[in-house]
């Protein structure tokens, strides 16, 4: 069983800056897709941004504040979160993707991020 575990979230006062990590139980080169997820309460859960071989994917939100990274060789994907906004405040989720069939779907445990006003 693939265990993804998150760290580095906290509470930070807007304009301020965090970094998620996210370790991989097994090689980084066996994923895919791996990114970050994030939900609010009262909300559904949303992409925040992915990275595969190198493309990256942002929400349209996080554009130009956010920046993902990968390190394969640690089996670690990053989000560093930057001009942090009330609005950004929820648990986010590291998310994976098998490279290989059957390609399932593998979940963190979430990490708390708060942004205070």
């Known amino acids: 069983q693939v265990q993804l575990v998150e760290s580095g979230g906290g509470l930070v006062q807007a304009g301020g800056s965090l970094r998620l990590s996210c370790v991989a139980s097994?090689?980084?080169?066996?994923?895919?897709?791996m990114g970050w997820y994030r939900e609010a309460p009262g909300k559904q859960r949303e992409l925040v941004a992915t990275v595969t071989s190198g493309q990256t994917n942002y929400a349209d939100s996080v554009k130009g504040r956010f920046s993902i990274s990968r390190d394969n060789a640690k089996n670690t994907v990053y989000l560093q979160m930057n001009s942090l906004k009330p609005e950004d405040t929820a648990v986010y989720y590291c998310?994976?993707?098998?490279?290989?069939?059957?390609?399932?779907?593998?979940w963190g445990q979430g990490t708390q991020v708060t942004v205070s006003s």
């Open positions: 998310y994976a993707k098998g490279r290989y069939y059957p390609k399932y779907d593998y």
């Open positions: 097994r090689s980084g080169f066996t994923f895919g897709d």
